[in-house]
């Protein structure tokens, strides 16, 4: 098995990779992950993949909390009942690892094991777990905790990408610009813990006018977060049946979102990238300094000749080195026509950043 996975990653492919390939570090520059990282920076839009790796982040320690759990020899159901019967009631992501039934929602951007195989699904979301309307239902009438309603929200783009608004500095976004991407493995992995990465990514992308706030349709947004990572709900708390069953849908909080930005991305921003990057060598200023290059090399070019020819200079031998500038015009120009220089692709060379490049390493 292990010797097929090798295989798959140093194989020459016969096409473009897709974009799960590419989400899961299985492609080579320049079409790989790194590089697409920089092509949305580029565009504005990196948020949207931080937002996908950080929910697959948390998607992750949620398996590590409940495999510590088996592994302790207790079961889902002893140490978190909660989950448990809500993982047996409406499904779950981690159905087959909690042993509450077979997963529901395994989609390729869930990734589990056997993700690849399974086609995305084009379902609504209002039917699975963990979406918004499933959570405010759960939560009852938390109103008091971190509400946010529609009306007070500021216009929204109609893109799945960071939004161009002025942002408003609360103190869940200060928590969550302080708080670290992972958690070590350094100790058990706690309920905990679980929270403050729920927390983290509400406060970072989802809460209104937050710094990398992204773009959700109204039936996906998560309008408040009423847990807190410094404590557990505790029996005595009037809220604890709310807050309980909060806790319960954490793992599954942010799946449906996740689904979401995946299918924009792969509907929107991966074809521009392979259009950019497999089909082009350059970035989008190095492609206008060359169009500056050309433009001006094509000008001297002319302006030599034109002036060879009314002052006849002689010899006319020496209109010969007229083909100099006007090579240069033409290779820049067409590099800047197709974003493909071809002393690059002799070279063997992509641009990751501006004048910056590495060598190409993916034979697709």
């Not at 500021?154 to 976004?173: I, K, Q, Y």
């Not at 500038?325 to 501006?354: K, R, W």
Request: proline share 8%; charged share 25%.
């Amino acid at each position: 098995m292990a010797d097929e996975k090798r295989m798959s990653y140093t194989e020459p492919r016969q096409r473009l990779p897709t974009f799960e390939e590419v989400l899961y570090r299985k492609t080579r520059p320049p079409v790989d992950l790194f590089n697409f990282y920089l092509f949305l920076q580029r565009e504005g839009a990196e948020d949207v993949l931080d937002f996908w790796l950080d929910v697959q982040q948390h998607e992750n320690l949620c398996r590590a909390y409940f495999k510590d759990i088996r592994k302790s020899g207790k079961t889902i159901k002893e140490d978190w009942p909660q989950f448990w019967e809500y993982a047996r009631r409406r499904g779950s992501i981690y159905g087959n690892i909690v042993g509450a039934g077979a997963s529901k929602r395994s989609t390729v951007s869930s990734g589990e094991p056997d993700a690849e195989k399974r086609p995305l699904s084009s379902q609504g979301h209002h039917s699975r777990p963990g979406t918004p309307g499933d959570m405010r239902a759960g939560w009852g009438d938390a109103k008091d905790h971190h509400a946010y309603r529609d009306s007070a929200e500021p216009p929204r783009s109609g893109t799945p990408f960071s939004l161009a608004l002025g942002r408003r500095s609360t103190t869940m976004s200060k928590r969550a610009s302080r708080a670290p991407t992972f958690i070590p493995r350094d100790t058990a992995i706690t309920r905990t813990d679980l929270i403050a990465s729920a927390e983290r990514i509400f406060a970072r992308y989802l809460l209104p006018s937050s710094d990398k706030e992204i773009y959700l349709p109204p039936s996906l947004r998560i309008h408040d977060f009423p847990l807190s990572s410094h404590q557990l709900p505790k029996p005595t708390s009037p809220d604890y049946e709310v807050e309980s069953s909060a806790l319960a849908q954490v793992p599954d909080m942010f799946h449906a979102q996740k689904e979401y930005v995946f299918r924009a991305m792969e509907q929107d921003a991966f074809p521009r990238f392979l259009r950019a990057k497999a089909f082009g060598n350059l970035t989008p200023v190095s492609a206008l300094a060359r169009l500056c290059v050309g433009l001006v090399a094509l000008w001297a070019g002319l302006a030599t000749a034109f002036a060879l020819i009314f002052l006849d200079v002689k010899p006319k031998a020496k209109r010969f080195f007229l083909f100099i500038p006007f090579t240069i015009a033409f290779l820049c120009l067409v590099s800047h026509q197709y974003e493909l220089d071809p002393i690059l692709i002799f070279l063997n060379q992509s641009e990751t950043t501006p004048f910056r490049t590495m060598d190409i390493r993916e034979p697709y």
